[in-house]
């Protein structure tokens, strides 16, 4: 471990430290590797009108007493240009269906089993040092789909990003189309991302890094 990376870890403070990826320890030298995050389709599940909440905590809604189903997760990373820069003022959307496979979107069908307790939508603006972060629930498959997270990325001034984050070790992932649809194999890579235990950040939850980097 350089010195360089060891000062940056001392700089880090509790849980986070845990959400620190070599590649971006490694941003913060003076090279940088990164790939650009490709870009995938936005799927039909989109929402039509937004939900009244629509933070960063998609287990919990507002008003509701019921935590939703599924195993909390927690998703972080950063949103950086390919010189592994901060992307400052970024927006990043996430959405996925809820632990029945079911979106919240009139064109979801069977949309009446939907769980109530899940945000299913959630925004965020990137720190000051481009970090982001959602709790979230584990993303289940759906008929069709290997489990995704879908994510819009909003650069000021520059643009958008539209893409899906997968799970790492699921079976579907080797049979999805859309996942398969991005050729390049380090760029198909850079999008899936491997689950932990994070008991550290709350009991019986998960944490996934997913790092964005904007063509920038
Ligand atoms: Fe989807």
Same mark, same amino acid.
């Given at each position: 471990?350089?010195?360089?990376?060891?000062?940056?870890?001392?700089?880090?403070?509790?849980?986070?430290?845990?959400?620190?990826?070599?590649?971006?320890?490694?941003?913060?030298?003076?090279?940088?590797?990164?790939? $650009?995050?490709?870009?995938?389709?936005?799927?039909?599940?989109?929402?039509?009108?937004?939900?009244?909440? *629509?933070?960063?905590?998609?287990?919990?809604?507002?008003?509701?007493?019921?935590?939703?189903?599924?195993?909390?997760?927690?998703?972080?990373?950063?949103?950086?240009?390919?010189?592994?820069?901060?992307?400052?003022?970024?927006?990043?959307?996430?959405? %996925?269906?809820?632990?029945?496979?079911?979106?919240?979107?009139?064109?979801?069908?069977?949309?009446?089993?939907?769980?109530?307790?899940? %945000?299913?939508?959630?925004?965020?603006? $990137?720190?000051?040092?481009?970090?982001?972060?959602?709790?979230?629930?584990?993303?289940?498959?759906?008929?069709?789909?290997?489990?995704?997270?879908?994510?819009? $990325?909003?650069?000021?001034?520059?643009?958008?990003?539209?893409?899906?984050?997968?799970?790492?070790?699921?079976?579907?992932?080797?049979?999805?189309?859309?996942?398969?649809?991005?050729?390049?194999?380090?760029?198909?890579?850079?999008?899936?991302?491997?689950?932990?235990?994070?008991?550290?950040?709350?009991?019986?939850?998960?944490?996934? *890094?997913?790092?964005? $980097?904007?063509?920038?």
């Amino acid at each position: 471990m350089s010195i360089v990376t060891l000062r940056r870890r001392e700089m880090l403070i509790g849980a986070s430290a845990a959400f620190i990826a070599p590649q971006l320890v490694l941003s913060a030298g003076a090279q940088s590797n990164l790939i $650009v995050t490709p870009g995938q389709t936005e799927g039909p599940f989109y929402p039509v009108s937004f939900p009244a909440d *629509m933070d960063a905590d998609l287990v919990r809604v507002q008003g509701q007493q019921a935590q939703a189903l599924g195993q909390i997760t927690h998703i972080a990373g950063r949103v950086l240009n390919k010189r592994g820069e901060a992307v400052r003022g970024a927006q990043v959307e996430i959405w %996925q269906c809820d632990a029945n496979g079911i979106y919240n979107h009139p064109r979801q069908p069977g949309l009446q089993r939907r769980d109530a307790a899940f %945000q299913g939508y959630g925004r965020t603006e $990137v720190a000051a040092d481009g970090r982001y972060g959602f709790r979230t629930i584990r993303p289940v498959a759906y008929p069709g789909r290997t489990p995704h997270i879908h994510f819009k $990325v909003h650069a000021p001034g520059a643009g958008r990003l539209t893409t899906q984050l997968y799970i790492a070790g699921e079976h579907q992932n080797a049979t999805d189309g859309v996942l398969r649809g991005i050729r390049d194999a380090k760029a198909r890579e850079s999008v899936i991302v491997r689950l932990d235990p994070a008991n550290d950040i709350e009991a019986g939850s998960l944490k996934g *890094m997913f790092d964005i $980097v904007l063509d920038l």
